[in-house]
């Protein structure tokens, strides 16, 4: 969508915040140009975008061209990405997505995989976005082989990723960079007319540089009406993202009129480019889907949906604001803005949001609602569609930053797997158990089962299912930015006396006991890098551990995003309108909190667990 509409008002924050205003033209070619310099030119203040024929990112847009080229051979050169033809634009030109991931559909314990779905360039103009999403594709490729948080992504999560959708219309803008057509677009000029279209919206520049729609109805010549031999169709076409269903004949800010820069289409679903949206959902697959996002320009905001669901609206703005986080730091640096319930536009967020109960989000990449005010433009209305070139380096980094956030919190919260406690002695080992998939569900599998002693050096291995620390380019373990996990977990031996009096010993834990390197137990990961923790311990002689009627383990940790554990393994985490599965230390699992797990018994006397069950599992004391 137009970045600088709010969905909530329908109207334009560029006029809004700084008072701007184009008088209407009449029709006209402009060009863009770095200062001013005579008639018919809208100066920007920085040098103007060109498309860049570059492979590898650039410090400005690379060329369809390019960005495709450079696509094609990653999926040809990574046994991670897939590449498919997912539809034919009007013009008969590919549509294409990659699917990033392992070969089969199942986690690494074999449940079935999550998926998520990004889109890009539904809105021609909004050059950011398929860099954006590019440089999403391009990371994962390049960190495939880092063992932890992207090689556990690729193997535990399906990732669909489409660059570029409206690729009629994005060639558009690009054949014409600097150039573009200004034209008026006649009616009632109240701010809400039979078109449904706000004043404002009425002189907005349409084609060549600034073409926002598909190119349905219209030729790649840019000409202004009463030139010799111009088809003055420049203001037609379809908004792609008015072009869906549940509200897409709902009459806010989507039009009916095929000259309006809302223009919505005949029907839902009409356009080739939504049918290719809808098939990549499918190829996801969409039955599975945990997340969405569409990713546009310009505003810097996360738009969303609530759909009336209080879990899932809830932990979609709780998403929102981790990823803003992982941005530069600031959970308001991109805020999220949702609809009410009752109330959308017709584009591609609803369509998720609604139909899968999904945090799905319209992602308005920056500059904010001043537009390329915010780099020292001269202020002229719309130039925040284009990016300085100086600025997309960092802006792809970012929301790839944010993206990986994101991706990874929804792949599912952690969960303790195993668990190992031998003596350093010799003696052997005191204390093994391991969840195993069974179905659906894990059963709980006891190794060896002994006693621990005062005055003895253990050592405890942990591990999890999934990597829970990320490291820096120097290998230091690092939480996401902007997020605030404790590094080092926090661990108990807890238990019952012979008397029935309750004990706890707190273990003395560090941020350097994860293990990124090694397999197994006693001292290596399981899987990925930093899915084990391991330290040494020893117990104190004022503990009651003889003869005592339950000894269990109490394992505290959140994973690099934040996310609580799991208290229960037993029934594995998935999605529906909200966690399902995801269980806190009292049992509950409609909380989306997770907490402490206690369900590893060293001794174990058969007490109920958390929620109900039998022995096996770490009682509530």
């Known amino acids: 969508m137009a970045a600088v509409v709010s969905r909530k008002s329908g109207r334009s924050l560029v006029a809004a915040l700084l008072g701007l205003h184009i008088a209407t033209a009449g029709g006209q070619v402009l060009r863009f140009t770095e200062d001013h310099d005579g008639d018919k030119l809208v100066p920007l203040g920085y040098p103007v975008p060109l498309p860049v024929e570059s492979l590898s990112a650039v410090e400005g847009f ?107 219309g994005f060639l558009q803008t690009q054949r014409y960079p600097d150039a573009t057509l200004q034209t008026e677009f006649p009616g009632d000029p109240q701010p809400a007319d039979q078109t449904g279209q706000p004043p404002e919206y009425r002189n907005y520049p349409r084609d060549g540089r600034m073409r926002r729609k598909n190119m349905r109805g219209v030729d790649e010549v840019l000409c202004a009406a009463g030139d010799a031999g111009c088809v003055a ?198 204390y093994a158990a391991r969840w195993q998939r069974s179905g659906d569900s894990r059963a709980l599998q006891i190794e060896a089962r002994g006693t621990l002693a005062a005055d003895l050096d253990y050592r405890l291995w942990l591990a999890f299912d999934k990597p829970m620390r990320l490291r820096d380019a120097q290998g230091n373990i690092v939480a996401f930015r902007g997020h605030t996990a404790t590094l080092a977990p926090s661990i108990a031996i807890e238990g019952l006396s012979a008397s029935g009096a309750s004990f706890s010993e707190n273990l003395a834990t560090t941020e350097a006991g994860w293990r990124a390197s090694g397999s197994g137990a006693p001292d290596g990961m399981l899987r990925y890098a930093d899915d084990a923790y391991a330290i040494d311990f020893r117990l104190p002689a004022s503990l009651p551990l003889a003869n005592a009627r339950r000894i269990n383990l109490r394992v505290d940790v959140q994973d690099a995003s934040g996310q609580k554990l799991d208290a229960n393994p037993a029934t594995p985490v998935d999605w529906s309108a909200g966690w399902i599965g995801y269980d806190d230390e009292q049992g509950r699992s409609d909380t989306d909190t997770g907490g402490a797990d206690r369900r590893l018994r060293i001794i174990d006397d058969g007490s109920p667990e958390p929620g109900g069950g039998g022995g096996g599992g770490g009682g509530a004391f």
């Not at 997912?86 to 030109?93: D, E, K, L, V």
């Not at 976005?129 to 090689?151: Q, W």
């Not at 803003?324 to 999220?336: D, E, H, I, K, W």
């Open 233 to 430: 169709d420049g203001m037609l076409g379809i908004d792609l993202n008015r072009n869906n269903e549940p509200f897409f004949a709902s009459g806010n800010q989507n039009s009916g009129d095929a000259r309006a820069l809302l223009h919505r289409g005949d029907a839902p679903g009409s356009e080739p480019e939504t049918q290719a949206l809808y098939a990549a959902a499918a190829m996801a697959p969409q039955s599975r889907l945990r997340f969405y996002s569409d990713t546009h320009s310009f505003g810097r905001v996360f738009f969303g949906v609530n759909t009336g669901n209080a879990r899932r609206d809830a932990l979609t703005r709780m998403l929102a604001e981790r990823m803003s986080a992982a941005t530069t730091g600031a959970v308001n640096r991109y805020p999220y803005d949702p609809t009410p319930p009752d109330y959308g536009i017709g584009s591609t967020d609803e369509y998720f949001g609604f139909g899968e109960q999904i945090p799905a989000y319209t992602l308005e990449i920056e500059p904010t609602g001043n537009g390329a005010a915010d780099y020292g433009s001269f202020g002229y209305h719309h130039d925040g569609f284009i990016l300085p070139a100086s600025q997309i380096a960092r802006v792809r980094e970012e929301l790839a930053d944010a993206y990986s956030l994101g991706l990874y919190r929804m792949a599912g919260p952690p969960a303790l797997l195993a668990a190992e406690i031998r003596r350093l002695d010799g003696g052997g080992i005191v």
């Open 62 to 168: 690379r060329s369809y061209a390019s960005l495709q080229a450079q696509l094609s051979a990653l999926a040809l050169t990574s046994a991670d990405i897939v590449e498919e033809e997912i539809g034919t634009t009007i013009a008969g030109r590919a549509i294409y997505a990659y699917r990033l991931g392992d070969a089969d559909t199942t986690t690494a314990e074999g449940f079935a995989e999550p998926s998520a779905l990004i889109n890009g360039t539904i809105h021609a103009r909004e050059w950011a976005s398929p860099e954006v999403v590019t440089a999403l594709v391009e990371r994962f490729a390049r960190r495939a082989d880092d063992g932890g948080v992207h090689r556990y992504l690729l193997d535990n999560l399906s990732l669909v990723i489409i660059p570029v959708l409206n690729v009629d």
